[in-house]
């Protein structure tokens, strides 16, 4: 027992050589490069070759946009008051002429009824004008201003007045007859005295009367200088001081008065009946509603906006598109839209108007672009985001190569390298498409070119 023991701590005393532990190591080593010699190269895959070819190379830019409607129109009541019934929600389709909202319309109506009024007091008073039997003739025998009007009529007035004041007495008094002259005396006419006294002084005169013209028809210098041939109302002369025009102080003919009445009376009556009408909201066109403004009872002011609706029978696309690629997009140039969602859902459209201004985000200026959808279609939701390709040239039957094997450098010249050669080629290359690029010169048909990446 004893003698076992000591063998077995001999044993577990001697240490192992680090030497050999090394050896060890190395051998492994060794012997797994000599059973596996090629793996190294064989794990190295060959550089990939492409071939030129002949086809089609398309150059675009993309960008995402979202869908918006062709147009929107903002409907509003043209009178004040309080929403009584709203018969549409947001999202809703309507058609031409659809009730949309109503508002309480008591005030409207009573408006048109007092314009209606109006209206008939207005025309009731121009039918009694016009109905009247010769209003020149009695409007001017009332006139203060028929006695010294330089017509006939005027003329003999004013000769019966010049011959009641030659029979007045220097006094004033037009009930003293004037004294019959003595047989030997001068006739009073052809005294200076008694020339003078035929013009009365206007002691104890109520008036001063007209002087009659020496001809006695009132028709002489002197009357046509006393005399203004100014009309008053209607043809009739201007009285004297008159503060209207013609000096009358009336200012204008009530017949034409009437008329200016019954007019404003039935623009009223227009206005009114218009606010009326305008208490009820109708759709004017087909669309889809896209937001009301309040619900039931909401108290709203005339040509406030309550109703957005949208015109959805061409769906447009609006996108933004960076500086650079903006440069490139005109109006007219072809386009498909692939719906979010909708990953095999291809849309054709086209460009109809492009930004002339720009608007910055702090490091890129980006370009508004509409585009117009072709038959877009109907579960087409507004708002929702798509992506955008906008095609900027194409090429048909031209040599190509994949975009990955030509290196384009900054001048926009390119270089690419054959398959076998130990330098690179320079091409002259055209159109630069997603996929393939145009070479114009330096490479045929059937070439083999090293992909670069």
Do not use: Y
Not at 75 to 100: M, N, W
Not at 108 to 116: D, G, L, N, S
Not at 134 to 147: G, N
Not at 423 to 434: M, N, T
């Amino acid at each position: 027992m004893g003698i076992h023991l000591h063998v077995w701590r001999a044993v577990r005393r001697r240490p192992v050589p680090a030497v050999a532990a090394a050896t060890l190591v190395a051998v492994t080593v060794a012997a797994g490069a000599v059973a596996f010699p090629g793996d190294a190269d064989r794990t190295a895959a060959p550089a990939a070759t492409v071939r030129v070819d002949r086809g089609e190379v398309t150059s675009a830019v993309a960008a995402t946009g979202s869908v918006r409607p062709a147009a929107s129109r903002g409907l509003a009541f043209t009178a004040v008051g309080t929403v009584t019934e709203i018969r549409v929600r947001p999202g809703a389709d309507v058609t031409v002429g659809q009730v949309l909202a109503v508002l309480d319309d008591e005030e409207a109506h009573a408006e048109v009824t007092r314009a209606e009024q109006a209206l008939a007091d207005a025309r009731a008073a121009l039918d009694d004008l016009e109905a009247e039997d010769e209003p020149d003739t009695l409007a001017c025998a009332t006139s203060p201003v028929s006695d010294t009007r330089g017509d006939g009529a005027g003329g003999a007035a004013g000769a019966a007045t010049a011959g009641d004041t030659a029979r007045t007495t220097p006094s004033g008094d037009p009930g003293s007859p004037t004294p019959r002259p003595e047989p030997d005396q001068p006739s009073p006419s052809a005294s200076p005295s008694a020339t003078r006294s035929a013009t009365p002084t206007p002691t104890g005169s109520s008036a001063a009367p007209v002087k009659p013209s020496p001809s006695g028809t009132g028709k002489g210098p002197a009357a046509s200088a006393s005399t203004p041939a100014s009309a008053g109302p209607r043809g009739c002369p201007a009285e004297p001081g008159g503060s209207g025009p013609g000096g009358n102080a009336a200012g204008a003919d009530p017949l034409l008065r009437a008329h200016q009445q019954v007019t404003a009376a039935q623009l009223d009556l227009a206005e009114a009946e218009d606010r009326l009408a305008g208490t009820t909201i109708t759709a004017p066109v087909a669309g889809r509603v896209l937001s009301v403004a309040g619900p039931v009872g909401t108290r709203v002011s005339a040509g406030a906006r309550f109703i957005e609706l949208a015109v959805v029978d061409g769906m447009q696309i609006t996108a933004t598109f960076p500086e650079a690629d903006a440069g490139q997009i005109t109006v007219g140039q072809a386009a498909t839209v692939t719906p979010a969602g909708r990953p095999d859902t291809e849309l054709d459209a086209e460009v109809v108007e492009v930004d002339p201004v720009g608007t910055s985000d702090g490091q890129v200026v980006r370009f508004g672009v509409r585009l117009a959808l072709d038959g877009a279609p109907d579960d087409l939701l507004i708002g929702q985001s798509a992506a955008v390709r906008i095609r900027i040239a194409t090429v048909a039957d031209v040599l190509r190569v994949p975009s990955g094997a030509v290196e384009i450098r900054p001048d926009g010249s390119g270089t690419v390298l054959l398959a076998g050669a130990a330098e690179p080629r320079a091409v002259v290359i055209g159109v630069r498409g997603d996929q393939f690029v145009e070479i114009r010169s330096g490479l045929a048909e059937g070439d083999l070119l090293l992909a670069t990446g």
